[in-house]
Structure formats: C-alpha cells, structure tokens
C-alpha cells in the first residue's frame, strides 16, 4: 500500500470513535463477520443521493482498509438514488491523503482510478445511479450514508442487508474558507470508522 495510506492507517485509533457512533457500525460488523464465518463474498454498495461526495469517500475508504487488513473476496461499490458527477473537491482530498488519482474522461461527469496500491487495480469512480449495470443486482449490503437517501429508498432493491450509516454533507461548506478542511475531516471520519469495522473482523 502506499506508504502516506499505511501511516495514515496505522495512526488510527479506536479511542477517537465514539460509543454511540460503535453501536451505528456494530451491526455491518456483524454482517460482515457472518459472511466471512460462511466463506461467502462480501458486496457493499455505499449509497447516497447523488453518488457525489459521501458514497465515493465510503466505496474508497472500506475497499482501501479491507486490503490494509488482508481480508479477501470484499467488493466496494457507490451509488446514488441519481447521478450528478463525483465532485471535484473529493478526488482532490483524498489525492492529499496518499491515493493515486487519474482523471480517464472529461464532461459533465467525469471518470477517475483511484489507487491505493501500486500492485492492486485501481477503482473505476463516477457518478452512478445504485441500480446501474456497474454495481451489483443482488447479495449485496446497502450504506445508506446520507439521510436522505435512507428516507428516499425504504427499499433498495436486489439488497440482502441494509445498514445507515450516515454523515454529514461537506457540501455545506463548498465557496467557504472552510472547504478543504473539512472534506478532510470527513473523509478522515469515515477512513477511521471504516477501520474499526474492518479492524474489528480480527479481533
């Protein structure tokens, strides 16, 4: 793994998560334990309106930590209940925090690999519906990581398991001085709590 990635992984603590948001990550824990137990694959499809900032950051950060902890056969996808185009600001930010990035397409959205590792293939990013051909149609777990999506899908269809996970949108802070600060502090947010969902499946 990139060396910044590795660092930035290992400086991670489980004292930096609260008790409360634990018992909202327990239960994709548990989830991902069962699979695990039962040698099936895991899928996740992190899902957000519009599959721009919060979902991308999840689908990068789950498949980024699951490498950094060897478990095997584990499938990271996002998407949204529409496409719009993975927002600019996200690539940039995790760019800063030790990913490779590559912009493939132009246009009105964009396409981007994202690496982690030099050996690994990278992940293709880009502003999807959930539902698309790209992602999985079924056996797989859907985040919800915005509330918005969670109250606009009570079912997503093709899901085996469901779990919200929600956060809040650093989209409130676009054209502010506070813009790159806290892109940063919510991408570190959900890398750390994907952590100790991962972390934990060793314990």
């Not at 689908?59 to 719009?84: L, M, P």
Request: aromatic share 12%; charged share 20%.
């Amino acid at each position: 793994m990139n060396t910044k990635l590795t660092e930035l992984l290992n400086s991670f603590s489980e004292n930096n998560i609260s008790e409360e948001r634990k018992s909202v990550l327990m239960p994709l824990s548990n989830y991902l334990k069962s699979k695990l137990e039962k040698g099936e694959t895991i899928r996740l499809n992190f899902i957000c309106t519009h599959n721009s900032r919060r979902s991308h950051l999840s689908q990068i950060w789950a498949q980024t930590v699951a490498f950094h902890f060897r478990i095997k056969n584990i499938f990271c996808y996002s998407g949204g209940t529409e496409a719009t185009e993975m927002f600019p600001k996200i690539a940039e930010t995790l760019q800063n925090q030790g990913f490779e990035i590559l912009q493939l397409s132009e246009g009105k959205n964009p396409i981007y690999a994202v690496k982690y590792d030099e050996n690994e293939a990278p992940m293709i990013c880009f502003s999807k519906t959930y539902d698309y051909f790209f992602n999985p149609q079924s056996q797989f777990a859907a985040i919800m990581t915005c509330s918005s999506a969670n109250e606009a899908c009570p079912m997503v269809l093709g899901a085996e398991a469901r779990f919200p996970i929600e956060y809040d949108d650093p989209k409130a802070f676009d054209g502010t001085e506070l813009q790159t600060q806290m892109y940063a502090e919510r991408s570190l947010q959900i890398a750390q709590e994907m952590w100790w969902v991962f972390k934990s499946l060793n314990a």
